[in-house]
């Protein structure tokens, strides 16, 4: 079994219409765990990124949300366009990308 330097949760929980709450499915985190996915085997990480999905994170207004371990790194608001620079500057370079870290965390 390899020994992944991340494993990575993406929120791909989908609430009724109409909830107060809303999802992170809702605000496109499937796009963003494609591009994860799509990331991590163009960029070879097969071996040191581990990506899983996960129902409801938490922070559901500030969605699609992500959460890298074991950094306890929190992302919100991520889109499939921020997977390339979360992939390069995380991932790879070992630095959080400031801008798409969830308020408070």
């Not at 494993?7 to 963003?32: I, L, M, Q």
């Not at 500057?89 to 959080?96: E, T």
Request: aromatic share 6%; charged share 20%.
């Amino acid at each position: 079994m390899p020994d992944w330097k991340h494993h990575v949760f993406v929120c791909t929980n989908k609430r009724p219409p109409g909830h107060p709450k809303g999802s992170c499915a809702d605000r496109g985190c499937n796009e963003v765990r494609l591009a994860i996915s799509e990331a991590i085997e163009s960029k070879e990480l097969y071996e040191q990124v581990k990506l899983n999905t996960s129902d409801c994170l938490g922070p559901c207004r500030q969605g699609p949300c992500m959460v890298v371990y074991p950094e306890n790194v929190w992302y919100a608001g991520v889109t499939a366009a921020d997977v390339a620079e979360i992939v390069q500057s995380h991932f790879i370079d070992g630095q959080p990308v400031a801008r798409l870290l969830l308020p408070g965390s």
